[in-house]
């Protein structure tokens, strides 16, 4: 009789839950490293913050806002801040009621600036040592980004739409009235001399009248763009005698204007700064369009109404659309020339 086999059935082996539990477990690892860096990095913020206005108190500038805390967590640093003040030892700064700052935490060195409810410009004093007091600012948007923190030069950007400029002594206008979109960007150069390119359009824009954009607007709205590249950059700080003293200059400027149905562009390969702040340097004028461009340039007070006599064989009455009126200008000892003829004086920056 054979022996009865008993099958013994082996235990199953338990799977392991480690493939469950390591991706969580790592996760969490993760999201706690990274929530010790971002707490971190937000105290920074903070810190730096209160030691540059420090910094800035001691060197003569009115530093002020009201208490904040970096918000944002998990992925954004963002700062809510109140009743900005920064006045620099010269009188001009600004304040700015309520000002949002924000930037990735995964790129710090960029960081997005929105002015909520407008701001004032406090534009220091005039030649004449009177103070010019303050211009109100608003908009629909007002957004200034700054990237390259650590770089000695940072790149800019602006913007402003359905801008408005109000002054706060009419006796000491503004260039500008208002604007339907403003723009801006500086830009360093790649050559890693201290020299920056910028660009600057104005786009159904009004300006004061008794101001040099005024005067080439003739009243009615304009469309503008500037743009060149400014040496000694890191020494324009609104101090525009301190920028000329350094050796302050824009090269390789472009411009244009588009006022009814005139249209203007100029070039320039370096315009500069006198003692007394006038325009020294060459420009290119053409003004293309219908009309007399003699009533233009006289309006515009690049030429004088005591040279018009003269003036007037160098530039001639009339024009026609395809038929632009050229002219050479240069700015030199407080006036403008053409040719060797002295027909206004030369614009002067303030």
Sequence with gaps: MAENQVDVAKPKKKHSRLGLFLPIGLFL???????GYWFYTAHQIETRLAEQAKTLTSKGYQVAHAPFRVQGYPFRMFLQ????????????????PALEAEASAFALDKWM???????????GKGSDQSDLGQVAVTGDALRVSVSGWTQPLQTIGLEGLNATFTP??????????????????VT???DGVDTVDF???????QAHPQSLLGRLGQGQNFDMAFQGRM???????GDLNGWREAGGAVRQVQASLHVGELEVFGRSEALLLDPNLALSGPLGLEVKGTGDPFAFLLGAGLISAEYEPLAR?????????????KLDFVFRDGGAYVGPLRVASAPVIR
């Design 81 to 96: 801040l109140k009743d900005v003040r920064l006045i620099a030892p010269n009188g001009k700064g600004l304040a700015v």
């Design 199 to 205: 660009i600057w359009r104005a786009s159904g824009a």
């Design 29 to 35: 690892i993760g999201a706690l490293l990274w929530s």
């Design 313 to 325: 064989a160098f530039v001639g009455t009339k024009m026609t659309a395809d038929k632009p009126v």
């Design 113 to 123: 600036f929105v002015a909520t409810k407008g701001l004032t410009l406090y534009r």
């Design 188 to 190: 360093p150069t790649k």
């Design 231 to 237: 040496a000694q950059a890191s020494k324009f700080r």
């Design 168 to 185: 706060s002594k009419p006796e000491h206008p503004f260039v500008l009235q208002s604007a339907q979109r403003l723009e801006g960007r």
